[in-house]
């Protein structure tokens, strides 16, 4: 395996990474902001209130988009195992 293969199959395993963990982060991110609003309106100040939303707000996100990211990460990981195969 040439070292362009090991950068392409490296760019294309980040990306991955970056496109599967996007979801998951934005739902956090509305979810936390909504909360900081309703805090900031309500003068409520405290901290641990926006933990248990955004952890529910993640889990739902990953149980929709839960599918579609395992079939990601198998397309990934067949392609790595061909490319690894026909080097051999």
């Known amino acids: 395996m040439d070292a362009n293969a090991i950068i392409t199959l490296l760019r294309e395993g980040l990306f991955l990474v970056l496109l599967l963990s996007a979801a998951p ?3 956090s991110l509305v979810v936390g902001l909504t ?8 003068q409520l100040q405290e901290q641990t209130l926006s933990y248990v939303p955004k952890i529910v707000g993640v889990l739902i996100t990953i149980a929709i988009l839960g599918p ?7 397309r990934f990981a067949q392609t790595l195992f061909d490319s690894i195969a026909l080097t051999q």
């Open 25 to 27: 982060m934005l739902a």
């Open 68 to 74: 579609w990211m395992i079939t990601q990460t198998v």
């Open 35 to 42: 909360i900081s609003m309703f805090q900031a309106v309500t």
